[in-house]
């Protein structure tokens, strides 16, 4: 059974730090490309930032590039999204995607919520 496990998110202030992770399970992590998308409150889910397989490219939204660092510890099947200089409009459920050809898997999603 296919499991992606989002973990860190919660309340910061504007201007503040979070990690989040994402444990896969049930999968040859090394095979999948990562991704983590967002969904604030009435809008569409985005992408924010994706790393590939080997190599480990990444790329990510021009709306965090420079805030956000996506990377991935395939030894430890975690894809990780370190978020810097938060901004409220952060606030989003986040959540992590794993696909590989066909494959493609959603964990549940983490709150992340940006206030003063």
């Known amino acids: 059974q296919v499991q992606l496990v989002e973990s860190g998110g919660g309340l910061v202030q504007p201007g503040g730090s979070l990690r989040l992770s994402c444990a896969a399970s049930?999968?040859?992590?090394?095979?999948?490309?990562m991704t983590w998308y967002r969904q604030a409150p009435g809008k569409e889910r985005e992408l924010v930032a994706t790393i590939t397989t080997v190599g480990g490219s990444t790329d990510s939204a021009d709306s965090v590039k420079g805030r956000f660092t996506i990377s991935r510890d395939n030894d430890k099947n975690t894809v990780y999204l370190q978020m810097n200089s938060l901004k409220p409009e952060d606030t989003a459920v986040y959540y992590c995607?794993?696909?590989?050809?066909?494959?493609?898997?959603w964990g549940k999603g983490t709150l992340v919520t940006v206030s003063s």
């Open positions: 995607n794993a696909r590989y050809g066909f494959h493609n898997y």
């Open positions: 049930g999968i040859t992590f090394s095979r999948y490309a």
